[in-house]
């Protein structure tokens, strides 16, 4: 699980969140990319998920994430 103590500074303000232990993998990117983007090195959430389908989309990407970022 993502630790809010390592939050990455460029998430947006909200529930879902990227922590620094990211290594850039690509994974939230392809599965949710209307909540996740690139930001240098690592990935970051740049939308919170409006709807069911979105927030479906993202609750998968995390659970999929190899670092639990």
Known sequence: MADPK???A???AGAFFVDTTCI???T???MA???F???GDQSAVH???ADDQAKLAA???LLSCPTAS
Do not use: L
């Open 59 to 61: 609750a998968q990407a």
């Open 33 to 35: 990319p209307e909540t």
């Open 47 to 49: 939308r919170q998920p």
């Open 24 to 26: 850039d993998c690509d």
């Open 6 to 8: 390592r939050r990455h």
């Open 37 to 39: 983007h690139d930001i």
């Open 10 to 12: 460029g998430n947006v």
């Open 28 to 30: 939230c990117r392809w």
